[in-house]
Every structure is written in structure tokens, then in C-alpha cells.
């Protein structure tokens, strides 16, 4: 990636810029780019930082983005605006559920990332991070769990008791055995009880 970073150290307006953002002069306004110079400016000028985040104008522009980004690296992330006709029906599955869960498991975990959003989307209220935390579910190996207790726990944070785990945001409790398909995971997990262990 370097070589395609190091070429933008021999732009004056690059380097004003970057020396700009050390010093703490902000807000820097550039304008000039072509839509792919964007992300390799961002991405350049984002170097070191823990996190970056993009807000742009629109759920497509996010989008086109989120792939032009991740050219660069696997570390990013959409955060997506609810969609308010959908949102609260049935039929909206958990897709922006899950996209807005991964960003909040990547603050959490306080690894380095680029989030990119709207602004219809930063302007929503947010539950704040330290809730996210406080609800976090955790196992180790040889823990005792009781599974009255988990299957409340779960269904408090919104996951759906199924016969089966096929979806995200699913679980399934059959005999020693539980099932959970975290919202910020491609795959379910499985727990395996020996008892209460």
C-alpha cells in the first residue's frame, strides 16, 4: 500500500495538509479529486489514526465508498441509516442491524477501522457504547451457565428462540447443546454443555 501513498508526499497541498492535521488545524477543506483520489487521500491522511470515519450524502455514495475503501483495507465498515419505512417491519431481516452491530463490535474492541456513513445516519440518537458493553455476552470454556438464565439474557437482547439457528440474531437451546448466531458473526456458534459446564 505503501506505493501507493508515498507519491502523495511529493504534492505541496498533500503535505500542507497532512502538517495541518499533526498541529491540530482543523477543519482542512480539499477539493479537486476525482472520487478514487478521495479514498487514497483519506487513507493516507488517516494513517495512525485509530479510527476513521467518512460521512457522506447518501446510502449509495456510502456504499460505492465502502468498496473503494476496502481496496485499501479489510477494516471497514458501513454504518448504514435506518430505513424508516422498513426498518420496523418483519421484512427488513437484519441486515442494518448486523452492519451497525459490526461497527459497534469494532469500537468495543477499540481496533483500528474506517467507518463510513451518512449523515441522515450520524444524526441519529445512539445508544451509548457503554451500554453495548455492559450487555456483552462472553463464554470460556469450563464456565458454568445456566440456560434458563441464558435463554432470558438472549431474548433480552433481542434474539429470537428458534427450533434451529439459521439466521443472525438467532438462538437454539436442545438438550446440552446451545446454539447462537451473533448479530457481528458470518457463522452461528456453538456451546456444549456437560451439565451446567
Not at 495541518?20 to 477543519?27: E, I, N, V, Y
Amino acid at each position: 500500500m505503501r506505493a501507493l501513498i508515498e507519491p502523495l508526499n511529493e504534492l505541496a497541498e498533500y503535505i500542507e495538509a497532512a502538517d495541518s492535521l499533526k498541529k491540530g488545524r482543523t477543519p482542512i477543506h480539499i477539493t479537486g479529486c476525482v472520487d478514487t483520489q478521495k479514498c487514497q487521500l483519506i487513507q493516507a491522511l488517516g494513517e495512525g489514526a485509530r479510527y476513521r470515519v467518512i460521512v457522506t450524502y447518501s446510502e449509495a455514495k456510502a456504499r460505492e465508498l465502502y468498496d473503494d475503501m476496502r481496496f485499501y483495507g479489510r477494516n471497514v465498515y458501513i454504518y448504514p441509516a435506518k430505513d424508516v419505512i422498513f426498518y420496523s417491519a418483519d421484512v427488513h431481516g437484519y441486515a442494518i442491524v448486523q452492519e451497525r452491530m459490526r461497527v459497534m463490535k469494532q469500537l468495543l474492541l477499540g481496533n483500528d477501522c474506517t467507518i463510513i456513513t451518512t449523515l441522515d445516519s450520524g444524526m441519529e440518537r445512539c445508544v451509548p457504547l457503554s451500554n453495548y458493553r455492559e450487555h456483552t455476552l462472553s463464554f470460556k470454556v469450563d464456565e458454568d451457565i445456566e440456560i434458563g438464565r441464558l435463554r432470558k439474557e438472549l431474548a433480552a437482547l433481542g434474539y429470537e428462540h428458534t427450533a434451529q439457528v439459521e439466521t443472525p440474531g438467532s438462538f437454539a437451546v436442545r438438550g446440552g447443546i446451545v446454539d447462537i448466531f451473533p448479530l457481528t458473526e458470518e457463522v452461528p456458534y456453538r456451546i456444549e454443555l456437560w451439565g451446567d459446564t
